[in-house]
Each structure stands twice: as C-alpha cells, then as structure tokens.
C-alpha cells in the first residue's frame, strides 16, 4: 500500500513517522524548507515521552508530481492552503484512491451528502477548486487531538494525546474507511470511525474557537489566563456562540465550560492536565512565526452559518476582525521579507 502525507509539518511528520516504522506500507511526504530537507539526508527523528526514534521515509518531496500514485493521501495542510494544492492531491491519487484530511475547524467538504446539499464553501473553497478538481466524494474527513512540535529541522515532538476520528461526509460507512481506520491503528494511532464525523467537529470547535483565537491574540497559552480573569469569561461567550450556531444547524452539544478547559488543561488539543504550560495552540503558533491564519475553518465559516440561520454572533465576529488584521500584517510582512522570529511551534 502507497501512502502520502501532504504537509509535513508537525502534525503530519508525527503521521508520517508512525506510518513509515509499520510493516506493508510505503510512506512518502511531502513538504517544504529546511525541515524537509533534513527528512530527506536524515529522516524523521521523533521525540516522545518515552523514546527518541528515527525513521526514514521512502520518498520526501517538494513537488508532489515527482511521487507516484497513492491508496491513501493524508492531507495535513492548515484549510487556507488547501485550495491551492487541489489539483496536485488530486494528481497523486490512484483511481480508487482517496484523501484523508486532517484539518481544524469546519472542513471544505462539509455540505457533501446533507439532505439539503449547497455545493463548496465559498469562505473555505473560494474558486471550488477543492470541489471541483478533486471532489468531495473523494474526501474522507478526520478530526485529530494530537500535540506535536517541529523542535529542530527534521525533529518532530510529540507533547500529547493520540486520537483520529475517521469519517465520510455522507455518514456512511465504508471500506475505504475501515481500512483507513485499519492502517492507522496498525502504526500505532488510536483510530476510530463516527458516523457522524460533523458532530466531533463541533465538539471540537468548542475549544478551537474560543482558545486558538484568544491565544493568538493575547500571546498567552490558556492556563495563563487566570492572570486575567475576564479572559475566560469572554472565552465562554465565544464558547456559548459555537453551541447557539451548532443546534440552529442541527446539532446539539453538551453544555460547555470554558473555565473547565482552562482549570483541565484540555486546551484546543485536549491535552492531559499537566502538560498545557508546554502546549500553545496552532493558531498562537502561527501568529509568532508570521505565517498565515486558519481563520475561515475555525472562526470565519461559523460566523457564516451564524448570519444564515440568523443566531447572533458578536463575540466571534470582533475575534474574526482582530484575527483578519493580524493575518494581514503577516502576509504584508512576509511579502517584504521580515517574517518574525518566534519560539517553538505546537
């Protein structure tokens, strides 16, 4: 079995390195700087809790045309670079291949298979790349808690938690899933199959939401934010928003308390109590080293479903206005050449 992880970025080298040290399987990636080339002479050394490995990789590539075609593409790129590598995941897949993707926040796929079926996202898919190139009935979805760090080029930490859920857009089950649920399981990931994969995006946004915006924006990692009171207070607004836009949607969640998460330690990855001082949450990550935010999938296309199903969403919407500022200033930033430095990434 061929199997590609398209963004090896920490989440994806951690993917990669589980696939590759797993019998009968042939592991490429594909990525990008100086972390790939470091893959590519070295391979992949991964840190854990308990042991430090490294496991080389059978291909690591810039240009995912370079690669052949695959059973199996784990597409582990932020939402907002998804539209641009449409045809090239579409490119590597097999004819009875499909693509995993393991994103944050409301996934491009989302109106595949609902009764009441709208097409692409425009907020998420702007030109229906991703809809139309490859095709929902391609895409299998993921929603995954799992803390990893890229500490040093070719290095990746991984800091906590281990759990995938699989599922296909329209509900069903499938062959294609169990086997996919099969191959991570077999390389050491707790897989599991819902039948309702929409209702664990929505259980996760209820930390996505609230946490990675107010880390990004204030700097602080959740558990600092006894420091300031009113920052969890205005977390559980943002938190009561996503349950509102959630049931007018037609899901129904479980009453939620930001100041929970905070006291767990459970952050935006539902990390274990103990280990949230060495976790930040990816989008504070991605503000400090000026890259780009996954703003549309966690805040932006809830805000969205808010305005149509007519829920109120002030807290979100100043979250999403702040947040697009910040996004800008990155992008003019790195367009002039004076990225930021910034400390690890998690």
Known sequence: MKVCVFGAGGIGSYLAANLAGTGGIEVSAVGRGDHLAAIRRDGVR???????????????????????????????????????????????????????????????WWNYGLAAEGGSLPRLDPDGRLWNELGPQRAVGCVVYSANSITAPGTVTHLGNNRWVLGEPDGLASARVARTAAVLSQAGLQAEVSGDLRLHVWKKLLRNAPFNALCALTRLAAHEFDAIPPL?????????????????????????????????????????????????????????????????????????????ARVPTPTLNALYALLAGIDLHNQTSAREGSRPRAATAA
């Open 46 to 108: 991964l840190v854990t809790e308990a042991a430090e490995r490294v496991v080389r990789l059978d291909a690591a590539e810039e240009d995912a045309t370079r690669l052949p075609h695959q059973d199996i593409v784990f597409v582990t790129l932020k939402a907002q670079s998804l539209p641009a590598a449409a045809a090239n995941i579409c490119g590597l897949l097999k004819p009875d291949g499909h693509a995993v993707f393991v994103v944050n926040g409301i996934p491009w």
């Open 232 to 308: 969890a207070d205005l977390a559980q607004t943002a938190t009561d928003e996503v349950v509102q836009v959630a049931r007018a949607k037609g899901w129904t969640l479980p009453p939620t308390s930001a100041r929970d998460v905070i006291d767990s330690g459970g952050l935006v990855n539902g990390s274990p109590k103990g280990s949230s001082a060495a976790i930040r949450p990816s989008m504070l990550t991605d503000v400090l080293l000026g890259r780009s935010l996954e703003i549309e999938a966690i805040i932006g296309q809830v805000q969205q479903f808010g305005r149509e």
